[in-house]
């Protein structure tokens, strides 16, 4: 069945309800600004993507599953994949991450798999980011979300935890938001 969010998404155009998340978060941390270029990692279906181009960013997006019909910089590639650095630089002043691994149904091995996400995106993050850039990553609430976080700190001087009112009320996914990456 689908909620209020999606059938609101799809009325309006776009690609997922996620874009809303993404505005909510946007609006009151102002992690992206008017002309910022940022990576979107697990862009599709491409309803970030579709949000960053109304804020006019110069938008790159990685993903295995193709995303279609956006002007935008897409690269089709898993983001283990090494040579994906091949296609960027050390110039965004966002990357963005909505990535989500393809789930089992065994909660503890899904859980681990999205922290390895979320530790791919980051080290992603440090290697593409200017200093001062910002860096956006969903995560699921676990036992080592802690652990985490404390990585993210060493890397960034603002670091906040937040649920997007968009987000299921069940739903264990929050957003870890962070700004100013450290110049190390």
């Known amino acids: 069945m689908r909620d209020k969010h999606t059938l609101r998404a799809h009325r309006e155009g776009f690609l997922g309800r996620a874009i809303y998340k993404l505005s909510e978060i946007n609006n009151k941390h102002n992690i992206i600004k008017k002309g910022d270029k940022v990576l979107d990692l697990g862009c599709y279906p491409g309803s970030w993507v579709q949000y960053l ?37 050390n110039n965004f002043d966002a990357v963005v991450s909505d990535l989500a691994p393809n789930t089992t149904g065994i909660r503890d091995l899904d859980q681990e798999r999205s922290l390895d996400l979320c530790y791919r995106a980051l080290e992603i993050a440090k290697k593409v980011l200017k200093p001062k850039g910002s860096f956006l990553v969903k995560i699921f609430d676990n036992s080592r979300l802690n652990e985490y976080i404390n990585e993210v700190k060493k890397n960034f001087s603002y670091v906040k935890i937040f649920k997007p009112r968009v987000s299921k009320k069940r739903s264990k996914e929050i957003y870890i938001i962070c700004k100013s990456k450290h110049n190390l």
Do not use: A, E, R
Not at 56 to 83: A, E, M, Q, T
């Open 53 to 89: 181009l109304t804020i006019k960013c110069n938008v790159y997006g990685i993903d295995v599953k193709d995303v279609k019909g956006l002007n935008f910089k897409f690269i089709k590639k898993d983001v283990y994949d090494d040579s994906i650095f091949d296609d960027l630089d």
